[in-house]
């Protein structure tokens, strides 16, 4: 088992930023894609970005591309989300996953562990 723990989060106005972390432990050796997902009320989960814990592999979705930096450290066990130009679009629970497949995606089919979840909300 992993267990995933995330700090930061909170309420951040419009064109904002902010930073998320996840520390992982336990089985981390058994991990080898790290991510973030996000859930707002009433829509599915959708995943922010991900990274390899053994490769230097990124990548984002479509509408945080460009505004966002997803990184890890070398032991793979902490991963940090930075956020910029953040909008009222961007509220919602944010989630640390943790994957024991080497190919990295956004799925959420792909992530066997989760963290609890941050709440951010982004106001105009």
């Known amino acids: 088992q992993v267990q995933l723990v995330e700090s930061g989060g909170g309420s951040v106005q419009t064109g904002g930023s902010l930073r998320l972390s996840c520390e992982a432990s336990?089985?981390?050796?058994?991990?080898?894609?790290m991510a973030w997902f996000r859930q707002a009320p009433g829509k599915e989960r959708e995943g922010v970005a991900v990274?390899?814990?053994?490769?230097?592999?990124?990548r984002y979705n479509n509408d945080v591309a460009g505004r966002s930096t997803i990184s890890r450290d070398n032991s793979g066990n902490s991963v940090t989300l930075e956020m910029n130009s953040l909008k009222p679009a961007d509220s919602a629970m944010y989630y640390c996953?943790?994957?024991?497949?080497?190919?990295?995606?956004?799925?959420?089919?792909?992530?066997?562990?989760w963290g609890q979840g941050p709440q951010v909300t982004v106001s105009s």
């Open positions: 996953a943790a994957g024991v497949g080497r190919y990295c995606t956004l799925h959420k089919s792909a992530f066997q562990f």
């Open positions: 990274v390899s814990t053994i490769t230097d592999y990124t």
């Open positions: 336990g089985a981390t050796s058994t991990t080898f894609c």
